[in-house]
């Protein structure tokens, strides 16, 4: 690899061999015009095609280009994360490879991380070519992340980011996460958040990826960092914290009740009701039966974060570099 590489573009794919070369020759006639010393990490997450075939042969025509190649398909994040692993440029881009991002967004975007200092650019597709049923989920994405995270980005889930290296080395991603990339970011200590215009074309070749099932999937996950960024590896200290309370209260009432049944007994010497017949007795105990459990699911959630190993671990089939070859 040439020393002191100055961009990296991660490029995820899954059964997109149409759109590769085209793609390719485009980023390559940017980054020579503009003179940016570049490398190419294509990771094919599983595609079906032959998108495998193309990147192979693009490797073996141009020094520029890495190939990793997942076992089966993981998901986007999965396949950003491992190109994140492996990238050396200095500033690091991802882009999405159905060339509906433009590789002429590139210059200014490298501009913006080492000259203004950006840690993070995300792009913003003002104009999308996108159909409805895809931009109205998106909205609602966008405004609920923007509330739950406090970081005013218009457009989350744009597939054109700009990174410092550092970036990308600090943090993980995985599931449906790539959405929230610039949560993670800010997460690990890298506030420097900005937004560029970017053009986006529709997409040219193939259908897209994603359905709505993958926007439930990506708000449990914002749920699911909204809970770590506060309770890190901790979940005892939440759940064991409600359920201590509720088993607190709904003993409490047991109690106070079980005195009340005895003070009738023992001192009014008159048969009492039933504690059983009341029915605030049964909303007490199965208050403190849930507290119980509530208590015992923060216990395990802690037990199993601490023994999670750190990294997800992806299967590869294999993985390429131009020079390597014989
Ligand atoms: N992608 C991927 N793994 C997947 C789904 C998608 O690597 O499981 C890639 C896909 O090939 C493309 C990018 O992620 O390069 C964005 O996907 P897509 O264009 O389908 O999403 P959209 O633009 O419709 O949001
Ligand atoms: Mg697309």
């Not at 931009?135 to 980005?153: D, E, V």
């Not at 744009?158 to 800010?186: F, Q, T, W």
């Amino acid at each position: 690899m040439q020393n002191n590489l100055q961009l990296s573009l991660v490029i995820p794919l899954f059964n997109e061999e149409e759109s590769l070369p085209e793609l390719f020759s485009w980023i390559k006639k940017v980054c020579t015009r503009e003179s940016i010393s570049f490398e190419v990490i294509f990771v094919d997450d599983g595609s079906k095609d032959k998108s495998w075939e193309v990147v192979s042969s693009l490797a073996e025509e141009h020094t520029e280009v890495r190939g990793i190649r997942f076992r089966r398909n993981y998901g986007k994040s999965a396949a950003l994360n491992e190109g994140f692993a492996i990238a050396e440029g200095d500033v690091v881009i991802t882009m999405d490879a159905d060339l509906q991002d433009s590789p002429e967004e590139i210059p200014d975007l490298i501009k913006m991380i080492v000259e203004d200092g950006y840690d993070l650019v995300s792009g913003w597709k003002k104009k999308r070519y996108d159909p409805l049923s895809k931009t109205i989920p998106t909205k609602l994405f966008n405004a609920a992340t923007r509330k739950m995270s406090g970081i005013y980005l218009h457009d989350f889930n744009c597939g054109l980011k700009a990174y410092k290296n550092d970036v990308v080395k600090s943090i993980e991603v995985y599931g449906e996460m790539h959405r929230y990339i610039p949560v993670l970011s800010k997460r690990a200590g890298f506030t420097k958040i900005g937004e560029k215009v970017v053009q986006h074309q529709a997409r040219k070749y193939g259908t897209s990826k994603f359905g709505f099932e993958r926007f439930l999937n990506g708000f449990l996950d914002l749920l699911t960092i909204t809970f770590v960024s506060k309770f890190g590896k901790r979940p005892m200290h939440f759940f064991g914290l409600i359920g201590s309370l509720m088993f607190l209260l709904g003993s409490l009432v047991t109690v106070w009740m079980g005195i009340q049944k005895l003070y009738y007994v023992f001192y009014v010497k008159e048969s009492a009701r039933l504690i059983t017949d009341q029915p605030i007795f049964y909303v007490a105990l199965t208050l403190a039966i849930i507290g119980v459990q509530f208590f015992l699911a923060g216990f395990l959630g802690e037990l199993v974060s601490r023994n999670a190993p750190d990294r997800n671990v992806y299967l590869y089939r294999e993985t390429i570099r131009a020079e390597e070859k014989p």
